[in-house]
């Protein structure tokens, strides 16, 4: 289901955080530069759209997200594919509850359960439509009928401009990789600077999956940056290298 142009992505396409030091890595993080446009807004867009406080956090990797969910009152219990992700986030968070689940195989996961399903990143590293639409429709049938899930994904804008914690200066064919194909950005904030491999994907593309999966766009939001966050922006006051999902299960 990749756009057609796009440049073809294999199933092999790996998950970066798979390996050990891209884990070792990524658990220094907190909420630095452009991941604190990420999260910023979450807290208000909870406050509003998800009534009840038992949450579940898909593609966790190293807790920070499910660290964030808990400091805001949520029961929460976070779940990735990476085991090296999951030994730090443990590491980082003994008292959490974090759970190993299979590639694509989310049949392991309670239905009907969650107010809050909250994935932060996750879909910019699923390789094709077809299978961010296959775990969107899992994640589905996880949700209570009211519950809410909040995707949270790059914009294809991340990849071509430069940020407070990303470049993407030494990657000019990004400018010209349609949704669907692969691009590369370097975090900033860490000290492995290997490029990271996504996959763009267009807002036009998340709906078309959205739909798919049975959901519905209750709210999309593109945080940008404000004199008051106290951060040296470089584009995110003018460009938004975000989009906030906030999603409900269709009809």
Not at 69 to 96: C, H, T, Y
Not at 125 to 138: C, E, F, H, V
Not at 179 to 195: A, E, F, N, Q, Y
């Amino acid at each position: 289901m990749a756009a057609e142009g796009a440049e073809p992505v294999s199933k092999e396409f790996a998950n970066v955080y798979q390996d050990q030091a891209r884990a070792d890595a990524y658990a220094q993080l907190e909420f630095p530069g452009t991941y604190f446009l990420a999260f910023r807004d979450l807290p208000a867009l909870f406050h509003e759209h998800v009534r009840g406080r038992v949450a579940l956090d898909f593609g966790c990797g190293t807790g920070r997200s499910t660290r964030f969910l808990r400091a805001l009152g949520f029961s929460a219990i976070g779940v990735d594919v990476a085991d090296s992700m999951l030994a730090r986030a443990r590491e980082l968070d003994p008292q959490g509850e974090y759970r190993l689940v299979g590639d694509g195989d989310l049949s392991g996961l309670p239905e009907a359960t969650y107010d809050l399903i909250l994935s932060t990143f996750t879909f910019d590293n699923i390789p094709t439509l077809d299978q961010k639409a296959a775990l969107l429709g899992s994640l589905r049938r996880c949700l209570k009928p009211a519950g809410r899930l909040v995707n949270l994904v790059s914009t294809p804008d991340i990849y071509v401009n430069e940020w407070a914690s990303f470049s993407t200066r030494d990657f000019p064919e990004n400018r010209f990789t349609e949704s669907g194909g692969r691009v590369r950005i370097v975090m900033l904030d860490v000290g492995d600077r290997r490029p990271v491999e996504d996959i763009v994907c267009s807002d036009e593309d998340y709906k078309s999956v959205y739909a798919a999966a049975g959901l519905e766009v209750v709210a999309r939001h593109h945080p940008l940056g404000q004199p008051t966050d106290g951060i040296a922006w470089v584009s995110e006051a003018t460009v938004a290298p975000w989009a906030i999902y906030v999603l409900a299960c269709g009809a």
